[in-house]
T-cell receptor, first 113, second 114 residues
Framework: DQQVKQNSPSLSVQEGRISILNCDYTNSMFDYFLWYKKYPAEGPTFLISISSIKDKNEDGRFTVFLNKSAKHLSLHIVPSQPGDSAVYFCAATKNTGGFKTIFGAGTRLFVKA | DTGVSQNPRHKITKRGQNVTFRCDPISEHNRLYWYRQTLGQGPEFLTYFQNEAQLEKSRLLSDRFSAERPKGSFSTLEIQRTEQGDSAMYLC????????????FGSGTQLSVL
């Protein structure tokens, strides 16, 4: 049972344009959502997060949008840079602690120069 | 602070052998997680520790798998009688256990069972 779904295995974007990565979740208990980035031969690194009490969180070129009614979140990267090429994982957890983080399957982003 | 350290980085073993991986978390982190990742998938939760107490184990963790975190510091993950299906990247992560639970991952141990 995939509780966190990333339905696009890959995405290709031109440098300077916007990258939009999507994520859906099924468990209403989740109230905190995170995005991680992973380069080859490295572990995932935290990128940005959002609490369920918000619908948007921005950090530089990265913005995460949350639509609770649709159980959907998206990560926007603008402008995209070649160094953003990586695998992006959507993750969800419950904010009370002691609740494991569940990851999606990931989306591989290619940013073409 | 050198981050989360995992050893070895790569392990090749024959089916039926036992293997043990080590994880050294960030020193002030009280939570330690083990995840497994296979090609094309995201990290799958295996187990986690709050200090030295193992608080949850996934159904994925068969009785061939055992994890320990003595004294609440480093952790070991042992796989007995390895099978080819155990081939995967084993990731360790640690956290402060605060609101938002941001995980800090090591670089992982890539296990290949021949």
């Amino acid at each position: 049972d995939q509780q966190v779904k990333q339905n696009s295995p890959s995405l290709s974007v031109q440098e300077g344009r916007i990258s939009i990565l999507n994520c859906d979740y099924t468990n209403s208990m989740f109230d905190y959502f995170l995005w991680y980035k992973k380069y080859p031969a490295e572990g995932p690194t935290f990128l940005i997060s959002i609490s369920s009490i918000k619908d948007k969180n921005e950090d530089g070129r990265f913005t995460v949008f949350l639509n609770k009614s649709a159980k959907h979140l998206s990560l926007h990267i603008v402008p995209s840079q070649p160094g953003d090429s990586a695998v992006y994982f959507c993750a969800a957890t419950k904010n009370t602690g002691g609740f494991k983080t569940i990851f999606g399957a990931g989306t591989r982003l290619f940013v073409k120069a | 602070d050198t981050g989360v350290s995992q050893n070895p980085r790569h392990k090749i073993t024959k089916r039926g052998q036992n293997v043990t991986f080590r994880c050294d978390p960030i020193s002030e982190h009280n939570r330690l997680y083990w995840y497994r990742q296979t090609l094309g998938q995201g990290p799958e939760f295996l187990t986690y520790f709050q200090n030295e107490a193992q608080l949850e184990k996934s159904r994925l963790l068969s009785d061939r798998f055992s994890a320990e975190r003595p004294k609440g510091s480093f952790s070991t993950l042992e796989i007995q009688r390895t099978e080819q299906g155990d081939s995967a990247m084993y990731l360790c992560a640690s956290s402060l256990g605060q609101v938002g639970e941001k995980l800090f991952f090591g670089s992982g141990t890539q296990l290949s069972v021949l």
